[in-house]
């Protein structure tokens, strides 16, 4: 298996185990918290690597201005708006289910990988992204009902039944997340063409989410001093946070070896490596039905023949 396989698996495996330190960050941390946290971690633990390479692609000319902009324009689409809506699915459904939704990521993914980018596209391929989609509608069709946490003061019984929707909960937050997702990826793809360097795309694409997040809680009047953390909520996201920022640098690597569409479709392993983990540790807040069992194995052989093809 060649590096770069192992690189979109281990992405999938990072984002995954990820998921469930981020919902037992939210029990108490309200999600722009989360997402700022996230960011400030990835800020500071990779711009010891990040800043050099981006002053010696300043230095270069002509500057790849280009590339630059597409790594933050990847951040504001899949780490802002993406992570917001995923991290909300997640709240409201579980890890497992809520990183299921965005097994539709490489479907979305690989289409415009293909279709405006030019990468190849085989009967294997085809074959496995029809199995992701058919795993996805399985997972979401069956649904457990999910475990729900009201406003404070408000009763359980009371909000649920007030809290009347004709979707599926949680899906129109999944859908979300898989189109901001996806973009993201393609964007990281057209960044690391002109520029290929994965510690700084991955930094940038932090920096500006520290940015766009720290406005949102200046403005708000909720930016977080240390003091106002749960220190719980705290342990889970210093774990959660080393997971995405590693998960996001392998994912950068695995697309300059095999390209987006390729390591897109393995790192969708991510909801398999947060049912692993959920079980383990989490069981009695993850309800996963056994017909849902057919979705996983459509998306695990749906996986497997893209990589195949």
Request: charged share 10%.
């Amino acid at each position: 298996m060649a590096f770069s396989d192992l690189a979109g698996l281990a992405t999938g495996l990072c984002l995954g185990a990820s998921s469930l330190y981020l919902r037992i960050a939210m029990r108490s941390e309200p999600i722009a918290k989360v997402i700022w946290f996230v960011a400030v971690f990835g800020v500071a633990t990779l711009g010891p690597w990040a800043i050099p390479s981006l002053l010696a692609a300043l230095s270069k000319e002509p500057v790849a201005w280009s590339g630059l902009l597409l790594f933050l324009a990847a951040g504001l689409s899949g780490q802002v708006i993406g992570r917001a809506f995923l991290y909300s699915c997640i709240a409201q459904i579980g890890p497992s289910l809520g990183t299921a939704y965005k097994n539709a990521v490489p479907l979305i993914t690989a289409l415009f990988a293909w279709t405006v980018l030019g990468e190849r596209v085989t009967a294997p391929a085809a074959f496995g992204i029809g199995a992701v989609v058919a795993g996805i509608f399985v997972i979401a069709l069956f649904q457990a009902r999910p475990s729900y946490r009201p406003a404070p003061g408000v009763p359980v019984a009371a909000a649920r039944e007030g809290a009347f929707v004709k979707l599926p909960p949680g899906l129109a937050l999944g859908i979300g997340a898989v189109l901001f997702y996806a973009a993201s990826d393609l964007l990281r793809k057209g960044g690391m063409d002109v520029l290929p360097s994965p510690i700084l795309g991955a930094w940038l694409g932090n920096l500006l989410t520290f940015a766009v997040i720290s406005a949102h809680l200046v403005v708000t009047k909720r930016l977080p001093g240390l003091a106002s953390w749960n220190r719980g909520a705290l342990g889970a996201l210093l774990v959660a946070s080393a997971f995405i920022t590693a998960g996001y640098v392998l994912f950068l690597v695995g697309v300059a070896a095999a390209g987006v569409a390729v390591t897109s479709a393995l790192a969708a392993v991510e909801p398999l490596a947060a049912l692993a983990v959920g079980k383990a540790f989490y069981r009695d807040q993850e309800p996963i039905t056994p017909r849902q069992i057919p979705g996983v194995v459509l998306v695990v052989a749906g996986v497997a023949l893209i990589l195949a093809g």
